[in-house]
């Protein structure tokens, strides 16, 4: 099972940017299914953001389309999410995660069978 590590996130002003990092440890993370996740507050639900599939495909909840994408360097085995344009909407806890081999890689897939997460970033966007 892979191990997941954070970095980056933080507060920003609306229309600014972020960057998010996903480092992967004990395996490559190629094989694996990985994507992010948000949750707005305590107690609501993690909602999908973006993933990527061990083939490379990649997929965008519809709220961050052509303001968020994925990138990865395979020689780190990190995952990023770079955020741009960010709204007040888009504040909350964001997750990593990852499932191995699960190319049917879409968010209600990897949420209900990542066994690895990461420990969580705040992203604060004001308006």
């Known amino acids: 099972v892979v191990q997941l590590h954070q970095s980056g996130g933080g507060s920003v002003s609306a229309g600014g940017s972020l960057r998010l990092s996903c480092a992967a440890s004990?395996?490559?993370?190629?094989?694996?299914?990985m994507g992010w996740f948000r949750q707005a507050a305590p107690g609501k639900e993690r909602g999908g953001v973006a993933?990527?599939?061990?083939?490379?495909?990649?997929a965008y909840a519809d709220a961050v389309k052509g303001r968020f994408s994925l990138s990865q360097d395979n020689m780190k085995n990190t995952l990023y999410l770079e955020m741009d344009n960010l709204k007040p909407e888009d504040t909350g806890v964001y997750y990593c995660a990852a499932a191995h081999g699960l190319y049917d890689c879409w968010s209600s897939n990897l949420a209900n069978l990542a066994r690895s997460w990461g420990q969580g970033t705040q992203v604060t966007v004001s308006s």
């Open positions: 993933t990527r599939a061990p083939d490379g495909d990649i």
């Open positions: 004990g395996h490559s993370f190629s094989p694996y299914c």
